[in-house]
Nanobody
Framework: QVQLVDSGGGLVQAGGSLRLSCAAS??????MGWYRQAPGKQREWVAT???????THADSLRGRFTIYRDNADNTLYLQMSSLKPEDTAVYYC????????WGQGTQVTVSS
């Protein structure tokens, strides 16, 4: 069983950057990734990275968001730049394919 703890969210102005972290503990760190959920909207897939480092990003976010992981520290990251107000959401990391474990979520708020 994998336990995940998200962190790094906050309030940022449009055009700014944030880096989210997801600390993993337990066993079986395989495919990991991020989803987000904006108020009143369905959860939206953001990015995925395999244990071997292969990455995919949502088309709409590619170029602004980058997922990466540090296997030595069992930590997943999401680097977000050129943030827009529409990026405001709770961001959740996950582990597994399909997702089996979830972080508690971290709030990202982008002001205009």
């Amino acid at each position: 069983q994998v336990q995940l703890v998200d962190s790094g969210g906050g309030l940022v102005q449009a055009g700014g950057s944030l880096r989210l972290s997801c600390a993993a503990s337990g066993s079986g760190f395989n495919t990991m990734g991020w989803y987000r959920q904006a108020p009143g909207k369905q959860r939206e897939w953001v990015a995925t990275i395999t244990s071997g480092g292969s990455r995919t990003h949502a088309d709409s976010l590619r170029g602004r968001f980058t997922i990466y992981r540090d296997n030595a520290d069992n930590t997943l990251y999401l680097q977000m730049s050129s943030l827009k107000p529409e990026d405001t959401a709770v961001y959740y990391c996950y582990s597994g394919s399909p997702p089996r474990s979830w972080g508690q979520g971290t709030q990202v708020t982008v002001s205009s």
